[in-house]
C-alpha cells in the first residue's frame, strides 16, 4: 500500500500563488499515476489535474487549465500541484490520490487518499 500526505495548503489572496505537494510512503510513487481531487463543504469533490507515473501524461480540469501545473519528482517520491492566479473559487480542501493505472479524471480509479490540505483564496 502507498500513504499519501499532502502539504503546502494555506491562505492566499487572490491572483497569488501556492504550490501543494503529495509526499508518499509505503511504495515507490513512481508506480502509480496520481491525481489532485478538490472538495468544498456541500458539493461533490471534482478532478483538479493528473499526472501519469512516469510523467508522460498529463490532463486538467478546465477550470484550472493555463493556472495549474502538476508534476512530479519520482526521485524524491512526491507529486506537485503548482496553482497561479488563483481565485476564490479555487477554495476547496484539496486531496491527492494514487491509482495503479492511469486514468485521468476517473475519481473511482484511485484507491489510496491523503487527508487534503486546506487552500483558502481571499478576494
Known amino acids: 500500500q502507498v500513504q499519501l500526505v499532502e502539504s503546502g495548503g494555506g491562505l492566499v489572496q487572490a491572483a497569488g500563488s501556492l504550490n501543494l505537494s503529495c509526499s508518499a510512503s509505503?511504495?515507490?510513487?513512481?508506480?502509480?499515476?496520481t491525481g489532485w481531487f478538490r472538495q468544498t463543504p456541500g458539493k461533490e469533490r471534482e478532478f483538479v489535474a493528473a499526472?501519469?507515473?512516469?510523467?508522460?501524461?498529463?490532463s486538467y480540469a478546465e477550470s484550472v487549465k493555463g493556472r495549474f501545473t502538476i508534476s512530479r519528482d519520482n526521485a524524491k517520491n512526491t507529486v506537485y500541484l503548482q496553482m497561479k492566479s488563483l481565485k476564490p473559487e479555487d477554495t476547496a480542501v484539496y486531496y491527492c490520490?494514487?491509482?495503479?493505472?492511469?486514468?485521468?479524471?476517473?475519481?473511482?480509479?484511485?484507491?489510496?487518499w491523503g487527508q487534503g490540505t486546506q487552500v483558502t483564496v481571499s478576494s
Open positions: 499526472i501519469s507515473g512516469s510523467g508522460a501524461l498529463k
Open positions: 490520490a494514487a491509482s495503479s493505472y492511469y486514468s485521468g479524471s476517473r475519481e473511482s480509479a484511485y484507491g489510496y
Open positions: 509505503g511504495r515507490t510513487l513512481s508506480s502509480y499515476a
